[in-house]
Structures are given as structure tokens and as C-alpha cells.
């Protein structure tokens, strides 16, 4: 239990976080884009169900991945308003708004991946039949292919500057036709299906 409140106590410093960075990015030109908070608020409410399930049933793996998700959701918004601050303010060192944007740009993979894990493990954290261990074996796969082609992608992006932050706070490259312009942003490009794949599995264990 002990372990569990302290990852949740992560979430909760995070989101407190947000507040106040959001307050500061929100005047700068232009407006950050999305629904402010909502990443910030879903890995908050992650993060709460995942310790309720953790500290009242310790086997329950779905406890686990849901507290997971909840902390690298709420790492990725916190992120992603330090990385725009320092993009459009000169806020912050310079080494530390790149961390931001790196972090930014890659933990919403694993982050969002784990939801499709948590759909196949609900609601008793266990697997009834060897055709749902085979799928939840094809959810991780899956997912494990596009994080590492979505890190390698980013990292080498980073690597070869310089780099433009979009209004979300992540490589404007991610969301734009230029990515397919190197061998490992068309490799990323490729995955994204195998990453829509997975939520297709995961759905259908529900």
C-alpha cells in the first residue's frame, strides 16, 4: 500500500503543478492548443481509481497499470506546459525545457498504451482463457513497436536540431507530413496503425 500512495502522491504534485504553469503559458502568443487540463485531469482520475484498486486488492493488476497511466499522463501535461514555456519565454534552462520536450513527446505512448491493457484486465485484474492472454501478449507487442519507433524517432529528431515545439508542447514534426521525410519518422508513421490496433483488442475484451 505503501508504494501505491506514493505513486499517487506523484500524480497529485503534478497536477498541482499544472495550475500554476498553465497560468503562465496561457498569455504567451500563440494559445496552447487542446483542452487545457483534460490530460491533466484524466491522469489525476487514473490515479485515484488505481489506488483504491491497489491498496484494496494488492493481486489486482489493474490497480497498477491504472496508477501507471494516471502518473505518466499527468508527467506528459506537465511536460509539455514546461516545454512551450520554455520554447516562447526563454523560461527555464535551456537543458530542461528540452527534457520537457522530450518527455512530452514519447510518455504518451506508454501512457496512453496502457489504456487498452487496463480494458483487458478489467474488472478482476484476470485472464479467463488462453485467447485473452494471446491478446493481451498482442496489446503489448503492439504497443511496445510504436513506443520504440516513437522514441527513436524523437530522440534522433532532438538529436539532429534544430526543433520546433508545437502548441500542444510536443515536436510540431509528430503532427505534420514532414515526418515521413526520414527512415525513422516513417517507421513512427507506420506504427501508428499497430497503436490503433491495439485499442481494437483491448476493446474487444471488454
Do not use: C, K
Request: proline share 6%; aromatic share 10%.
Amino acid at each position: 500500500a505503501g508504494v501505491a500512495i506514493t505513486v499517487f502522491g506523484v500524480a497529485v504534485l503534478l497536477a498541482a503543478a499544472y495550475g500554476p504553469l498553465y497560468a503562465r503559458v496561457s498569455p504567451l502568443s500563440p494559445h496552447p492548443f487542446a483542452f487545457p487540463g483534460a490530460a491533466s485531469i484524466g491522469g489525476l482520475a487514473f490515479a485515484s481509481m488505481g489506488l483504491l484498486v491497489a491498496v484494496r486488492q494488492r493481486r489486482n493488476p489493474l490497480g497498477w497499470v491504472m496508477l501507471s497511466a494516471g502518473v505518466l499522463l499527468e508527467l506528459v501535461a506537465t511536460a509539455q506546459l514546461y516545454a512551450l514555456l520554455g520554447s516562447r519565454s526563454g523560461f527555464g534552462p535551456t537543458w530542461g525545457a528540452s527534457i520537457s520536450v522530450w518527455l512530452g513527446s514519447t510518455l504518451w505512448g506508454p501512457g496512453v498504451g496502457l489504456l487498452p491493457v487496463g480494458l483487458l484486465l478489467f474488472p478482476d485484474g484476470s485472464l479467463t482463457s488462453r485467447r485473452w492472454r494471446l491478446a493481451l501478449g498482442a496489446v503489448i507487442a503492439l504497443n511496445v513497436i510504436f513506443v520504440v519507433a516513437l522514441v527513436a524517432f524523437v530522440t534522433s529528431t532532438m538529436a539532429q536540431g534544430p526543433i520546433t515545439v508545437g502548441a500542444d508542447g510536443q515536436l510540431a514534426v509528430l503532427g505534420s507530413s514532414t515526418a515521413t521525410s526520414s527512415g525513422l519518422g516513417l517507421l513512427f508513421i507506420m506504427a501508428v496503425p499497430l497503436f490503433i490496433a491495439s485499442f481494437v483488442v483491448g476493446a474487444a475484451g471488454l
